[in-house]
T-cell receptor, first 114, second 113 residues
Framework: DSGVTQTPKHLITATGQRVTLRCSPR?????VYWYQQSLDQGLQFLIQ???????AKGNILERFSAQQFPDLHSELNLSSLELGDSALYFC?????????????FGSGTRLTVV | QKEVEQDPGPLSVPEGAIVSLNCTYS??????FMWYRQYSRKGPELLMY????GNKEDGRFTAQVDKSSKYISLFIRDSQPSDSATYLC?????????????FGQGTRLTINP
């Protein structure tokens, strides 16, 4: 157990729907990162939060949004889902932003859009 | 062109062999170089990281960085079946005042008993 908890582990939903993925960071970690992993694109950075504030955005679609709450857990919202959104979504956390080697990843949420 | 290129394999070798995994990159702004291991249905876990050019050893694993050639390698000695996993290289660069990890595609490795 890495200490980063992601729920749910699996999600199957239909096109056009909206889903919410949840991430609880490791105790003491202030920074949360969301990544998407697909077979053809590999691990792609989506967005980062630090202590409740958005810090960096990657290739995140406008249909996707995220937030980090006061208790530091984070949620990734995916709306108007398309077949191509099927992927593994990983959350990672770190104590701060100054140690790029300090990421701890969760086990991911496997999203299947049918 | 991707910033980080990694041969996806798959790579299959017999137990006890020396394994060499490689990545090339194009962005000179990359500062730290990481190797992650990812087992099936799990998240990536950090194996090693390096900052400067040269070698870094940790048990059976050696990470090598050549910044002049923009080339990094991970060597696994005396490979074991438990080393069977996908290996991802990753590099960081500044992004909007924060840091961003850029990953290679990952190489799927199988060690055959």
């Amino acid at each position: 157990d890495s200490g980063v908890t992601q729920t749910p582990k699996h999600l199957i939903t239909a096109t056009g729907q909206r889903v919410t993925l949840r991430c609880s960071p490791r105790s003491g970690d202030l920074s949360v990162y969301w990544y998407q992993q697909s077979l053809d694109q590999g691990l792609q950075f989506l967005i980062q939060y630090y202590n409740g504030e958005e810090r960096a955005k990657g290739n995140i679609l406008e249909r996707f949004s995220a937030q980090q709450f006061p208790d530091l857990h984070s949620e990734l919202n995916l709306s108007s889902l398309e077949l191509g959104d099927s992927a593994l979504y990983f959350c990672a956390s770190s104590v701060d932003e100054g140690q790029p080697w300090g990421y701890t990843f969760g086990s991911g949420t496997r999203l299947t859009v049918v | 062109q991707k910033e980080v290129e990694q041969d996806p394999g798959p790579l299959s070798v017999p137990e006890g062999a020396i394994v060499s995994l490689n990545c090339t990159y194009s962005n000179s702004a990359f500062q730290y170089f990481m190797w992650y291991r990812q087992y099936s249905r799990k998240g990536p876990e950090l194996l090693m990281y390096t900052y400067s050019s040269g070698n870094k050893e940790d048990g059976r694993f050696t990470a090598q960085v050549d910044k002049s050639s923009k080339y990094i390698s991970l060597f696994i000695r005396d490979s074991q079946p438990s080393d069977s996993a996908t290996y991802l290289c990753a590099m960081n660069k500044p992004l909007q005042g924060a840091q961003k990890l850029v990953f290679g595609q990952g190489t799927r490795l199988t060690i055959n008993p």
